[in-house]
């Protein structure tokens, strides 16, 4: 089976610039999850994609968005960036919504902002 | 409200030592528990996870860990250190039937001296 697989794992943005970040989901989920991390800090919950439709949204302001596509691969889109948003943004892919599942991890895609 | 609390933010233990990562939690309701490992330049990995079946889980490489209810913790134990342990550990609650409810703690660096 196929894991999650992320692009592009490194990119450099400048303030005010939008970025989009892609991820796979792996063979069997039809649940997508969006993470960002900090450095030196856990995994802070950004939202949730299943079944194209959004399922939840952490603490994160409307210039984060995202997609779910019908073989439930996801786009995370990040408007008028800020350097806060320099992270590493990973995605998790779950066979459900269940909080109870496994998240399946992809490597993340490190944004730098300048 | 879910919080988790990971009481070391580095721990260094020498090779072929016991290693031991403290996570306390606080939830609502009877809770998921996992332990995920990152290594440089690497997606999270589930280690473990705990859901109300047996109290004392074991995961991979080696790694355990045991659900203590009255003290709220599941803390991560190794009997022997090796040198691939070097990573950065989470511990993540979660409630079974809520996406937003996967809280991660801030980590533990774990080194391993040879």
């Known amino acids: 089976e196929t894991g999650v697989t992320q692009s592009p794992t490194h990119l450099i943005k400048t303030r005010g610039q939008q970025v989009t970040l892609r991820c796979s989901s792996q063979s069997g989920h039809n649940t997508v999850s969006w993470y960002q991390q900090a450095l030196g800090q856990g995994p802070q919950f950004i939202f949730q994609y299943y079944r194209e439709e959004e399922n939840g949204r952490g603490n994160f302001p409307p210039r984060f968005s995202g997609l779910q596509f019908p073989n439930y691969s996801s786009e995370l889109n990040v408007n008028a960036l800020e350097l806060d948003d320099s992270a590493l943004y990973l995605c998790?892919?779950?066979?459900?919504?269940?909080?109870?599942?496994?998240?399946?991890f992809g490597a993340g895609s490190r944004l730098t902002v300048l | 409200a879910q919080s988790v609390t990971q009481l070391d933010s580095h721990v260094s233990v020498s090779e072929g030592t016991p290693v031991l990562l403290r996570c306390n939690y606080s939830?609502?309701?009877?809770?998921?528990l996992f332990w995920y490992v990152q290594h440089p330049n690497k997606g999270l990995q589930l280690l473990l996870k705990?859901?109300?079946?047996?109290?004392l889980v074991k995961g991979i490489n080696g790694f355990e860990a045991e659900f203590k209810k009255s003290e709220t913790s599941f803390h991560l134990t190794k009997p022997s250190a090796h040198m691939s342990d070097a990573a950065e550990y989470f511990c993540v609650v979660s409630e079974e039937t809520s996406y937003d409810k996967v809280i991660f703690g801030p980590g533990t660096s774990l080194s391993v001296i040879p």
């Open positions: 998790a892919s779950s066979l459900d919504v269940s909080g109870a599942n496994v998240l399946t």
């Open positions: 939830s609502s309701y009877s809770p998921s």
């Open positions: 705990y859901t109300s079946a047996a109290t």
